[in-house]
């Protein structure tokens, strides 16, 4: 479950006590940023938009709150550690972080009247922590989500793209996509973010976007059991192109409202490559077709702290496609589930690859 559906779902609290729902009405005079996670994405972004708000004194607070889940790092507090030392050892070891991002370790005091709320954490927090931020952060507040979940249409900016976490902080260049339905609220969000070497393009589309942005986590998987089992980039590239078709057709079946030409972006298929080729569903994935069966175990031994999005996304996708009765129009997709979920073998990927072709 994203942000994006815990704003929307009955029980949860409504889009409209996260973020300005056409635009703010009244601008802040200066732009508070909280960034909603310190993983080794959520500490990246909080050092590109430390730089950014030390450079843009006129429009941003100076200082940047990342709260940080606490934890203890050999004998040491990890807010401390970064605050001291500049650098979050555990989930981003060696690279340098702007001495004006500040780790906090309590929630309401970070997002204490931030007007602008960076959410790039796993999806599996966010029922726990809304209500919190919701009392905390300013009225006039506007979001971001940089989180893999499922997009439901609420209004909230999205920004995904081909980008891994490690490659970014290094500042190698690279792109990324910002989904807006308020194009101020967005062309603000990018210049938060963007720098020489992070590039930003903003399409109105946020439930695309959000979209590719998920699903490629599930077709990584697919190409994961494909390098587990051995077989060549010949092979993989006809699981993405197998698995962009199926993204495509989603999306057109459930969120008839998105762009088709959204896939185009870095948070379609520049993602979908980048991820298909490195990153951590891939990567759990190779090692689950050779062995332990146990993704559990493996999100323990191989991430580090850092959580597996692709198998959950699956799980909420399958009951999507049964409840409308709509799985046999998604081959790749079901068999990536029974799979991950019915033990299914992982060479099934591979024997029944031929009946996955989807056709327009």
Same mark, same amino acid.
């Given at each position: 479950?994203?942000?994006?559906?815990?704003?929307?779902?009955?029980?949860?609290?409504?889009?409209?006590?996260?973020?300005?729902?056409?635009? &703010?009405?009244?601008?802040?005079?200066?732009?508070?940023? +909280?960034?909603?996670?310190?993983?080794?994405?959520?500490?990246?972004?909080?050092?590109?938009?430390?730089?950014?708000?030390?450079?843009?004194?006129?429009?941003?607070?100076?200082?940047?709150?990342?709260?940080?889940?606490?934890?203890?790092?050999?004998?040491?507090?990890?807010?401390?550690? *970064?605050?001291?030392?500049?650098?979050?050892?555990?989930?981003?070891?060696?690279?340098?972080?702007?001495?004006?991002?500040?780790?906090? !370790? @309590?929630?309401?005091? %970070?997002?204490?009247? %931030?007007?602008?709320?960076?959410?790039?954490? !796993?999806?599996?927090?966010?029922?726990?922590? =809304?209500?919190?931020?919701?009392?905390?952060?300013?009225?006039?507040? *506007?979001?971001?989500?940089?989180?893999?979940?499922?997009?439901?249409?609420?209004?909230?900016?999205?920004?995904?793209?081909?980008?891994?976490?490690?490659?970014?902080?290094?500042?190698?260049? +690279? /792109?990324?996509?910002?989904?807006?339905?308020?194009?101020?609220?967005?062309?603000?969000?990018?210049?938060?973010?963007?720098?020489?070497?992070?590039?930003? $393009?903003?399409? !109105? @589309?946020? #439930?695309?976007?959000?979209?590719?942005?998920?699903?490629?986590?599930?077709?990584? =998987?697919?190409?994961?059991?494909?390098?587990?089992?051995?077989?060549?980039?010949?092979?993989?590239?006809?699981?993405? $192109?197998?698995?962009?078709?199926?993204?495509?057709?989603?999306?057109?079946?459930?969120?008839? /409202?998105?762009?088709?030409?959204?896939?185009?972006?870095?948070?379609?298929?520049?993602?979908?490559?980048?991820?298909?080729?490195?990153?951590?569903? $891939?990567?759990?994935?190779?090692?689950?077709?050779?062995?332990? &069966? @146990?993704?559990?175990?493996?999100?323990?031994?191989?991430?580090?702290?850092?959580?597996?999005?692709?198998?959950?996304? *699956?799980?909420?996708?399958?009951?999507?496609? $049964? @409840?409308?009765?709509?799985?046999?129009?998604? !081959?790749?997709?079901?068999?990536?589930?029974?799979?991950?979920? +019915?033990? +299914?073998?992982? /060479? /099934?990927?591979?024997?029944?690859?031929?009946?996955?072709? #989807?056709?327009?």
């Amino acid at each position: 479950m994203s942000l994006l559906q815990v704003c929307s779902h009955a029980g949860h609290l409504p889009l409209s006590q996260v973020a300005a729902v056409q635009g &703010r009405v009244v601008l802040a005079d200066v732009e508070r940023v +909280c960034v909603v996670g310190s993983g080794n994405w959520g500490s990246t972004v909080a050092r590109i938009i430390g730089q950014n708000t030390e450079r843009l004194g006129d429009r941003f607070d100076r200082s940047v709150k990342m709260w940080v889940y606490e934890e203890i790092v050999d004998g040491q507090k990890l807010t401390e550690i *970064i605050n001291t030392r500049h650098e979050n050892v555990k989930y981003l070891p060696g690279v340098e972080l702007p001495s004006n991002v500040i780790a906090v !370790p @309590d929630l309401a005091q %970070a997002a204490s009247g %931030a007007t602008i709320l960076v959410f790039a954490l !796993p999806h599996q927090f966010l029922p726990k922590l =809304l209500p919190t931020i919701q009392q905390a952060r300013s009225s006039n507040a *506007i979001a971001v989500s940089l989180i893999k979940g499922m997009a439901t249409g609420c209004d909230i900016s999205v920004l995904m793209g081909a980008n891994v976490a490690d490659e970014v902080a290094r500042g190698d260049f +690279c /792109e990324a996509t910002i989904g807006y339905r308020s194009k101020g609220n967005a062309e603000l969000i990018k210049t938060l973010f963007e720098q020489p070497t992070f590039q930003l $393009r903003l399409i !109105p @589309d946020p #439930v695309g976007v959000e979209i590719f942005g998920t699903l490629k986590n599930v077709i990584a =998987l697919g190409a994961g059991f494909v390098d587990g089992l051995g077989y060549g980039t010949n092979t993989k590239a006809a699981i993405m $192109r197998i698995g962009m078709h199926e993204m495509l057709r989603f999306g057109e079946t459930f969120f008839p /409202e998105m762009m088709k030409d959204t896939i185009l972006e870095s948070c379609g298929v520049a993602d979908l490559i980048t991820t298909c080729f490195g990153g951590r569903n $891939r990567k759990c994935a190779e090692q689950f077709a050779r062995g332990p &069966r @146990d993704w559990k175990q493996l999100e323990a031994s191989m991430l580090g702290g850092q959580k597996l999005q692709g198998v959950s996304t *699956i799980e909420h996708v399958h009951k999507m496609l $049964r @409840d409308k009765q709509v799985v046999g129009r998604f !081959p790749l997709l079901d068999l990536i589930y029974r799979i991950c979920m +019915c033990a +299914c073998e992982p /060479e /099934e990927i591979v024997r029944s690859a031929s009946t996955c072709y #989807v056709a327009d």
